[in-house]
């Protein structure tokens, strides 16, 4: 029996959901261009998400992604304008992370102020990962504002604890 998307299935225990993506929107109270590098530099990442990467924002190279050595990924950028928008294709990654796309779109909101629209798309289903990425996104860009922001960094081995 198929259910639409969104109903509960009472025989699985999980949520039926078609096509899931993970979306975060926020402010981050820094120029655009300093979330820009954030979101695009190996440093900037480093400091919030990965703990390597490589790689530069110009659509069509590659990116690696390294989260430690059972997780050493890699991305396509499949969208790059300055202080616009960023958009990795997963290549080399977990097999539910496989083609699926990571991107930031960037609105300037005044003077030192940009609003960050987040998303994770190409989930096949809303399973187990699917729920702990949600969770792991939202922590891993908490640090990423406060990274921009203030300057706090944050141990890679310490981040998902903050």
């Not at 009472?10 to 979306?23: A, F, Q, S």
């Not at 083609?99 to 102020?113: I, T």
């Not at 922590?139 to 960094?153: A, F």
Request: aromatic share 14%.
């Amino acid at each position: 029996m198929r259910l639409s998307a969104g109903t509960w299935n009472l025989e699985l225990g999980t949520w039926n959901v078609k096509m899931p993506d993970i979306l975060h929107d926020f402010p981050v109270f820094a120029s655009v261009d300093k979330v820009y590098a954030a979101v695009t530099t190996p440093e900037g990442l480093d400091a919030w998400w990965t703990e390597r990467s490589s790689g530069r924002p110009i659509e069509g190279t590659e990116y690696e992604l390294w989260f430690g050595p059972d997780y050493d990924w890699r991305a396509v950028v499949r969208s790059a304008e300055t202080n616009r928008t960023f958009e990795l294709e997963l290549t080399s990654a977990s097999s539910d992370w496989m083609g699926a796309r990571v991107g930031f779109r960037l609105q300037p909101a005044g003077d030192a102020q940009t609003q960050v629209r987040f998303y994770h798309t190409g989930w096949a289903e809303a399973d187990d990962h699917y729920r702990t990425s949600s969770f792991c996104w939202a922590m891993y860009l908490r640090i990423m504002k406060r990274w921009v922001e203030k300057g706090e960094e944050v141990a890679y081995r310490d981040r998902l604890d903050v």
